[in-house]
Antibody, heavy 123, light 111 residues
């Protein structure tokens, strides 16, 4: 059974940092790209970042470029999102999702999702 | 303001059919595959359709997808109360701001 479990969310002040983790099981982790998608309160889905199966290619939304970094440790079956210079409008539930392919490039197919972790940016 | 345009809401009676549209441009839907997601209240999104019209295993054939030019459509037949959810289209944006883009979402109400 495929499982994705996010952790690391919480309350942080504007300008602060936070690292999210997503631990997975039930599939060969390094064969698939992984993605972070967020959803602000009462809002729609927003793609954040994608990383290829080997970790050598990453893609970030313009809204987080230069502030967020996606990474993965294939030996630990874990995906990360390092978030810095957090802003109030980064407040959202952050989901990790598994892609159906390896590269993640030009690929909107996310076939398994975690339950999400809430990040609240507020003073 | 989402790159992909969906109607905010649609509704239909149980047993009926409904379609949800997703409109984009040549830099996204026009040249890339479309996926559709269902998000039941309080839960994570679930992949319903990928590559415009393919269904993952376990998704009933009541759900269908199609694409024409720069628009895509999700169809749901034999509506059930359990289909009440938010539905999102998604695709790749090939412009300078490359990445996955989603529609704003459509709330389906089964009357």
């Amino acid at each position: 059974e495929v499982q994705l479990l996010e952790s690391g969310g919480g309350l942080v002040q504007p300008g602060g940092s936070l690292r999210l983790s997503c631990t997975v099981s039930g599939f060969t982790f390094n064969n698939y790209a992984m993605t972070w998608v967020r959803q602000g309160p009462g809002k729609g889905l927003e793609w954040v970042s994608t990383i290829s199966g080997g970790g050598d290619n990453t893609y970030h939304a313009d809204s987080v470029k230069g502030r967020f970094t996606i990474s993965r440790d294939n030996s630990k079956n874990t995906l990360y999102l390092q978030m810095t210079s957090l802003r109030v409008d980064d407040t959202a539930v952050y989901y990790c999702a598994k892609s159906r392919g390896y590269s993640g490039y030009e690929d909107p197919r996310f076939d398994y999702w975690g339950q999400g972790t809430l990040v609240t940016v507020s003073s | 303001q989402s790159v992909l345009t969906q109607p905010p809401s649609v509704s239909a009676a149980p047993g009926q059919k409904v379609t949800i549209s997703c409109s984009g441009s040549s830099s996204n839907i026009g040249n890339n595959y479309v996926a559709w997601y269902q998000q039941l209240p309080g839960t994570a999104p679930k992949l319903l359709i990928y590559e415009n019209s393919k269904r993952p295993s376990g998704i009933p054939d009541r759900f269908s997808g199609s694409k024409s030019g720069t628009s895509a459509t999700l169809g749901i037949t034999g509506l059930q109360t359990g289909d009440e959810a938010d539905y999102y289209c998604g695709t790749w944006e090939s412009s300078l701001s490359a990445g996955v883009v989603f529609g704003g979402g459509t709330k389906l109400t089964v009357l």
